[in-house]
């Protein structure tokens, strides 16, 4: 089992539909990230999380740390939010020696949106 | 305010060749990190570097790989006698330091092993 897990893998929608991607994880954390790749494009971090919501435009991240479970959220969905949304945690600092400055990624949500 | 930048973009080479790929982080970034993405597959772990620490190389997948960062700036990583699932594209990112600071990604190279 993966240590960062999302769902769901592919994800279609229609313009202006609501959307939520799932990321579960399963060791300690000290912060999640939520990444964006759009095709043959580079990688763009949208959110840097370690506790509540965080807002930018029309995206929205939050993050239970109890439930080791966050979520992206994109309101108003246009085309141009078609793109592979990526989760990754980075390991706790107390985590017995494991560095704490790699990141370790969810397998990617593929998202599609039809105008 | 340049980004994270890396070369070459593209590179293709035989199998067996050694390979070197740069990348240069934002100026002032002391955490650098070197990720790969193989076609279909997640992005993985490769190797990190903070100041002037040792490096964390656990993420290497074969002694075939190394890296090194010069100056505590720019950073090459080095694959000897390449095999064809070394093919992927090799991601560079940097932070302000090893903390909570957001990753900045560079463009990538696109290794292709013939």
């Known amino acids: 089992k993966n240590e960062v897990e999302q769902s769901p893998q592919n994800l279609t929608a229609q313009e202006g539909e609501f959307i939520t991607i799932n990321c579960s994880y399963s060791v300690g954390i000290s912060a999640l990230h939520w990444l964006q790749q759009h095709p043959g494009g580079g990688i763009v971090s949208l959110f840097m999380l370690s506790s509540g919501k965080k807002k930018h435009g029309r995206l929205i991240a939050t993050i239970n740390i109890q439930e080791k479970h966050s979520s992206l959220h994109i309101t108003a969905s246009h085309p141009r939010d078609s793109a592979v949304y990526i989760c990754?945690?980075?390991?706790?600092?107390?985590?017995?020696?494991?560095?704490?400055?790699?990141?370790?990624f969810g397998q990617g949500t593929i998202l599609t949106v039809h105008p | 305010g340049a980004g994270v930048s890396q070369s070459p973009s593209n590179k293709v080479t035989e199998k067996g060749k050694d390979v070197e790929l740069r990348c240069d982080p934002i100026s002032g970034h002391t955490a650098l990190y070197w990720y790969r993405q193989s076609l279909g597959q997640g992005l993985e772990f490769l190797i990190y570097?903070?100041?002037?620490?040792?490096?964390?190389k656990s993420g290497l997948p074969s002694d075939r790989f190394s890296a090194e960062r010069t100056g505590g700036s720019v950073s090459t990583l080095t694959i000897q006698r390449t095999q064809q699932e070394d093919s992927a594209v090799y991601l560079c990112a940097s932070s302000l330091t090893q903390s909570n600071y957001e990753q900045y990604f560079g463009p990538g190279t696109r290794l292709t092993v013939t």
């Open positions: 570097f903070q100041g002037n620490s040792a490096p964390d």
């Open positions: 990754a945690v980075r390991p706790n600092f107390n985590a017995g020696g494991t560095s704490y400055g790699k990141l370790t």
